[in-house]
């Protein structure tokens, strides 16, 4: 007796009906939002998501950006976000945003439509390798092959699996989906969910009582160090207080707050070897993901203190290779923990010396950052002009900038980056994505800007928002002429493969997407043209007008040899 085939008509409705009812459940487990681009391979999931009311589709233009247009969301949102690509390089162009997602802890859910199995490797058009395209990077790969019609109960637990696996692992996963044609058949009907909306599996964060290391060291000299993730910015603030310890924040930490304990000028402290021996603790507890400051992870290194390390991987941040004891935790659970730990009294100089020094630090940079539209000087404005607005910052210097002569504020912006691997690549489609719906204001270079220019042709996407991108124009990648190539190699040749000045004017780019432009040369313009760019909706371009890449290295050092002069002062040192 022959088996029945089932029809092709018949394979096509089961496929559109998964897709339909993976969508729905990934609605169910938080997913609000799904980024999608034009392709044929991908019907039946984009189709399938256009009648989902629970997820709002956004619709891209390039997959590259697409990616970081996700991560944008997710970071804005806190939740999974998902997205759709066809067959072929469309998903290679994921590729640097997986990435970026895998090191940065962001869930995202990469599905990629694919041919079957029967037209791979036979010269079928738009067909890749796609099996495992992004490897490691993804905390969980599936491929189910192509849907049958008659075994649907496995699809929404399967659904339901791998998007826990990017909420709970916090990362991207992958679905690589072989789609047969028809590809626009009607869906046939869905396994029913769970009553009332629920998911198929609920994932829940305990709480930890893992306090014991921190219980033990609290009567010492200690430092409180915050990252990216690092809980209640609130809740930091009280640990802090409770033990009497510094509370050194990296801006991603969000706790940047007018609070005693609240230390911002770290970075430039730590560049003295005599302040540094000054303010030396004998234990530090590193909260989230580690800060970009570099004179803070050599000081650490030189220090050598006994260092917890609490954090929600496995493999905990540690550059340096200092950490003694890893909490495996939520940094935000182990706090609240922590804040039943009875203080044993660290001593009070301790404290007061760290509050001298950065108090000494933030009057030199209130009286040179007031008026001149340098690099040091537009980052601290935003981190005080902001309040209530996102913040994404590009890597290479603003996020330095933004990390040394950010200011404390009563209500600082929350500040987002794409510090999982510190590129460049998708900054103004990461500040669109957190805009979308919303606010956001972006500060980054040239360079980076024009790397990713393309994707304000999608502008803020068609739920509105108003993105203004602050574009600091020093004409080239300033980080280069802090390293030693600028010292060592012949200048034409440093301008050519490092300086890179571009030959497009940031200006005429942004204004053929149809950004509104604004070139400013004070920072009072400046602050008026991010406030008002985010009071209309969609895409405004404020350049600022800044000293060039040689002036900009002797700015810094001006600023910070006059800091550190005012905090050995304040020390008695």
Known sequence: MTASVPSGASVAAAQAAFCACALDEFA????????VCPGSRSTPLVLAALETPAIRVHVRLDERSAGFFAIGRALATGLPVGVVVTSGTAAAELTAAVVEADLAGVGIVVVTADRPPELRGIGAPQTIDQVKLYGSAVRRYEE????????????????????????DGRGPVHLNLSLVEPLDARPASIPEGRPAGAPWRRSHEGSTDAVEPFARLTGQRGLLIAGRGAGDPALLTELAALHGWPLLCDPLS??????????????????????????APEVVVLLGAAPSSR?????????????????SSTSPPDPTGIVSDHVLASPASWVRAALGVPPLGCPSEHLERWQLADAAVQRTFDERCSAQPDEPSVARLLSRALSGVALVVSNS??????????????????????RGANGIDGVVSTALGVASTSRAVGLLGDLAFLHDAGSLADGVGEYGGSCVLVVVDNRGGGIFSFLPQYRSVPRDQFERVFGTPPTASVASVASGYGAEVRAVKDLESLRLGVLEGLGVQGVTVVIAEVPDRTRNVEVHKELTDLAIRAAKGALGA
Do not use: C, Q, Y
Not at 28 to 35: C, E, I, K, Q, S
Not at 254 to 279: C, K, M, Q, W
């Open 144 to 167: 189910p092959g192509p849907i049958r019609p008659d075994d649907t109960a496995w699809w929404r637990p399967f659904a339901s699996r791998l998007l826990a696996a990017a909420v």
């Open 28 to 35: 169910r487990g938080g997913m609000a939002d799904l980024v």
């Open 295 to 311: 004179s803070l992870a050599d000081v650490l290194a030189s220090w050598s203190p006994r260092a917890v390390a609490v954090s």
């Open 254 to 279: 969000g706790a940047r707050l007018e609070h005693p304990h609240v230390i911002v000028s770290f970075d430039t402290l730590l560049r003295d070897h005599d302040v540094a021996e000054l303010l």
């Open 397 to 418: 210097m603003p996020v330095r900038d933004l990390e040394t002569f950010g200011a404390r504020s009563a209500s600082p912006p929350r500040v987002l980056a794409n």
